[in-house]
Nanobody, 124 residues
Framework: QVQLVESGGGLVQAGGSLRLSCAAS????????MGWFRQAPGKEREFVAA????????AYADSVKGRFTISRDNAKNTVYLQMNSLKPEDTAVYYC?????????????????WGQGTQVTVSS
């Protein structure tokens, strides 16, 4: 079982930036796709971004395209989410996950295990 620990959230004003990190432990995930999801209060968890094992392919939700960038460091078993031009509607708890399939499949997949997440709050 892979354990996931998200960090880097916080309170930021609209237009600001944050960089989230997600460290995986328990096994090496360098051959796995990795992705970010978020859940706002009263809403279902939704896909944000995913990256393939080598970093050569990325996928984004339309709502974050052009503002967020996903990247990874396989040596550190870590995936990052650089969030720029943040909006109040980006306020949510952000989670990461890993998948043995492709990054594009993560958009539709459901997962049984989630880390504790990291809270991002964007004030207007």
């Amino acid at each position: 079982q892979v354990q996931l620990v998200e960090s880097g959230g916080g309170l930021v004003q609209a237009g600001g930036s944050l960089r989230l990190s997600c460290a995986a432990s328990g096994r090496t995930v360098s051959s796995y796709a990795m992705g970010w999801f978020r859940q706002a209060p009263g809403k279902e968890r939704e896909f944000v971004a995913a990256i393939n094992w080598s970093g050569s392919f990325t996928a984004y939700a339309d709502s974050v395209k052009g503002r967020f960038t996903i990247s990874r460091d396989n040596a550190k078993n870590t995936v990052y989410l650089q969030m720029n031009s943040l909006k109040p509607e980006d306020t949510a708890v952000y989670y990461c996950n890993v998948d043995r399939g492709t990054a594009s499949q993560m958009r539709q997949r459901e997962y049984d295990y989630w880390g504790q997440g990291t809270q991002v709050t964007v004030s207007s």
